[in-house]
Nanobody, 122 residues
Framework: VQLVESGGGLVQAGGSLRLSCAASGRTFSDLDMAWFRQAPGKERELVAAISWDGTNTYYEPSAKERFTISRANAKNSVYLQMNNLKPEDTAVYYC????????????????WGQGTQVTVSS
């Protein structure tokens, strides 16, 4: 599976960004999808995940009220809408995929994108 992210950038605190991830190489509806992020000096962490059919989602607690993960199987794409961004959201955001499973967490990806930088200024 090849994953290509887009949509990162520089935004002021309180602003919004929408990340996109385009997948290829495998039937997209066979995949659970997720967004991870890694800030400088920190471990990579799961931000949000979505099941193969979009009916089940998971959010890291600090993202739950501000971020929305969604997918469009017809477009082989997954999205992360990020609102009310904070400086602590600054990180490289990675799209990730795994073969669908009944249990969402833990989410252990088989495939990663190259990452897209999100920088939130105060």
């Amino acid at each position: 599976v090849q994953l290509v992210e887009s949509g990162g950038g520089l935004v002021q605190a309180g602003g919004s960004l929408r990340l996109s991830c385009a997948a290829s190489g495998r039937t997209f509806s066979d995949l659970d999808m997720a967004w991870f992020r890694q800030a400088p000096g920190k471990e990579r962490e799961l931000v949000a995940a979505i099941s193969w059919d979009g009916t089940n989602t998971y959010y890291e607690p600090s993202a739950k009220e501000r971020f929305t993960i969604s997918r469009a199987n017809a477009k082989n794409s997954v999205y992360l809408q990020m609102n009310n961004l904070k400086p602590e959201d600054t990180a490289v955001y990675y799209c990730a995929a795994r073969a669908f499973m009944l249990i969402m967490i833990p989410f252990e990806p088989n495939n990663w994108g190259q990452g897209t930088q999100v920088t939130v200024s105060s």
